[in-house]
């Protein structure tokens, strides 16, 4: 996978944001990361029949985005949520809004306090890594005991922040029980993309993509294009399909 495509996998408080488009600056910052990071994907299987699509939305640090929500109730896509414990601290109304709604919300872990699963002190995007093996087990742990707490149920997928991992944190979070959830189609680049942008990338998912976007970001411009390509998505007659049948 080329460094221009890795450089975009990140959140909104990545710094790689204001670098977008600077093949040099994009280089800098993948040879600044602290070693080897990976960058698990993810596919779900093809029916053969059009195209079948996962929609994966990160809820880091921030706030509600309801023109995504809502789209996806208006159109009964479901579609999966990747919570930090923060998140839902902040947001009690966007997560009851998620809660009223299971048929069209699954919420996963996406840890406790959105700390990259990678060691070492070297901050990954602007974000400060959990650290230490032993930190990276909390920030897993804590975040699925937040997303049991109001669901009910123990979430089976876990995605660090800034989806960048340790290649040593990958089995200790399979060992706790999860499934690490990589992605295939980067839709909005940290949520920083302008809309036309997204909704193109996103009507562009080919059949087994796992789509990745933000849903914390109601202030920029980037929501307007994943309701947009959803919609674009749903019209071209793209099935919705959860993580049932996903494979890395
Ligand atoms: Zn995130």
């Not at 809004?97 to 996963?108: H, S, V």
């Amino acid at each position: 996978m080329c460094v221009a495509k890795r450089v975009f996998l990140m959140c909104e408080f990545c710094g790689a944001v204001s670098r977008r488009g600077f093949c040099g600056g994009v280089l800098a910052v993948a040879l600044a990361r602290p070693g080897r990071l990976l960058e698990p994907g993810l596919h779900v299987r093809s029916t053969g029949a059009g195209r079948s699509v996962a929609v994966t939305l990160d809820a880091c640090p921030g706030h509600f985005d309801p023109r995504v929500a809502a789209a996806l109730v208006a159109r009964g896509i479901p579609a999966v949520i990747f919570v930090t414990a923060t998140w839902m601290q902040w947001n009690p109304q966007g997560l009851a809004y998620f809660l009223a709604r299971p048929d069209i919300f699954d919420l996963q872990n996406h840890g406790a306090r959105h700390l990259p699963a990678v060691l070492g002190s070297t901050p990954v995007y602007g974000l400060a890594p959990a650290g230490t093996l032993e930190a990276i087990r909390a920030e897993v742990l804590d975040g699925a005991a937040a997303v049991q707490k109001v669901t009910g149920k123990r979430p089976v997928w876990y995605r660090g922040a800034a989806g960048l991992y340790s290649p040593e944190a990958i089995p200790v979070i399979e060992a706790l029980g999860f499934r690490v959830a990589g992605y295939s189609l980067n839709s909005d680049q940290g949520a920083s993309l302008p809309a036309a942008i997204v909704a193109r990338r996103l009507e562009a998912a080919r059949d087994g993509d796992v789509i990745e976007g933000h849903i914390n970001q109601p202030h920029r411009d980037s929501g307007a294009g994943i309701a947009a390509g959803l919609a674009g998505l749903q019209a071209a007659g793209a099935r919705f399909v959860g993580l049932e049948t996903a494979y890395g």
